[in-house]
């Protein structure tokens, strides 16, 4: 009996450090094992655990919803409240609209149509808390709208004429909502800045920047601000980039000198969330990143993405994984995980039969919206 106890304790031991060594249980063993998938796991799909790219990489994004309609001309520019809960366009009809994209399955407009323009609002842009929308375009005008309660938006304050009958082609304001940037297409005099503490009543700050290169005047078509509020970025219609240190807001300084990214000019810019990178897209299919480290020494990253369409707008994830380019008919994806080694997702979307003039991505990362010349905006799924 004592022999047969001992043979059978023998048995058990042996068992339990085979397991012990399984990829499954826990032990020294199971930890590089687990290691071991999860290094597998990330360089199959060339992104961080979690991220936008990686579940993009795992199913493709998928329209959701019914189109938005309303607008009866071509949708210029879009934008997502910091929430993602609100969506907000402009477009040739002259209007502005605010949807909701709470439910991105069942959005639906908010509110009745914004009118006061004049002409095509152009460019849009919502302050850091969501509370403030800028609007501005062919008017030459930039009108300020409270959309604390998007469901009853209300018009506040524009600015005075600046001069000038050329349109606005950029705004932005920054992320705190105390200041306003406006690019006018007169390149006598492009850039102006505005304190909008009182959006009621927008105060013009210092003069305005005639932005040169090669002594040359031109013309900024894109505007933003970097996320710490400080730094401005343009991008003109000779495909070059331009920075301003504007902590002091009443006298703006160039940093650097102007940067060629395109033969052509630049029509979208977007800036990641952490402020390090910078992506540019313009006609011709010029589509670039740019690291931005160092404001004064801007330097791109790896060669010119290929893309063989129009990039009308671009976009980037909050996790800075994905970048979206609007173009000629399609909209294409791109993992910038490694910033310097872009690679498309997938096939290029086809949300409309013609052109794509606008792509955002909400802040949550779960929702891209394109638009363009139909009038339409359609959704998608991301995550």
């Known amino acids: 009996m004592i022999i047969a106890l001992l043979l059978i304790l023998s048995v058990v031991a042996l068992a339990t450090r085979a397991g012990g060594t399984s990829g499954t249980a826990t032990g020294e063993g199971a930890v590089t094992a687990d290691a071991e998938a999860g290094t597998s796991a990330r360089s199959a799909t060339g992104a961080a655990s979690g991220s936008v790219a990686q579940a993009l990489e795992r199913s493709p994004a998928q329209r959701v919803g019914e189109p938005l309609a309303g607008h009866t001309g071509a949708v210029r520019a879009i934008a997502f409240s910091p929430d993602s809960h609100t969506l907000a366009t402009v477009a040739e009809d002259y209007t502005v609209r605010l949807w909701d994209v709470t439910d991105r399955g069942r959005p639906g407009p908010r509110g009745q149509p914004l009118t006061g323009h004049t002409g095509t609002p152009r460019s849009l842009s919502f302050s850091g808390d969501g509370r403030l929308l800028a609007t501005g375009g062919d008017d030459s005008t930039v009108r300020l709208w409270d959309v604390a309660d998007p469901d009853r938006p209300v018009a506040l304050g ?7 009958s050329a349109g606005i082609r950029g705004v932005a304001l920054s992320p705190d909502g105390r200041l306003l940037a406006a690019a006018w297409a007169d390149p006598r005099a492009t850039i102006r800045l505005y304190d909008v503490t009182d959006p009621a009543s927008p105060r013009q ?18 505007l933003l601000f970097l996320p710490d509020g400080r730094a401005l970025v343009g991008g003109d219609e000779g495909g070059n980039l331009h920075l301003w240190d504007v902590s002091s807001p009443s006298r703006p300084a160039s940093v650097g000198v102007p940067v060629s990214a395109a033969d052509v000019g630049i029509a979208g810019l977007a800036v990641s969330a952490d402020g390090r990178t910078l992506a540019s897209g313009g006609l011709g299919g010029a589509l670039r990143l740019w690291d931005l480290t160092d404001p004064k020494f801007v330097r791109p990253l790896g060669q010119p993405i290929e893309n063989r369409d129009d990039s009308f707008g671009v976009a980037f994830s909050p996790d800075g994984t994905v970048l979206a380019s609007a173009g000629a008919g399609q909209l294409s994806l791109w993992n910038v995980t490694e910033k310097a080694i872009a690679a498309p997702i997938g096939e290029p979307l086809s949300p409309f039969r013609d052109a794509v003039y606008a792509v955002a991505i909400s802040p949550d990362g779960n929702t891209l919206a394109s638009a363009g010349a139909g009038g339409t905006v359609v959704l998608w799924k991301l995550r």
């Open 158 to 164: 524009r600015t005075r004429s600046a001069g000038t």
């Open 205 to 222: 700050l210092g003069q305005a920047l005639t932005v040169e290169v090669s002594g040359a005047p031109v013309a900024v078509n894109r």
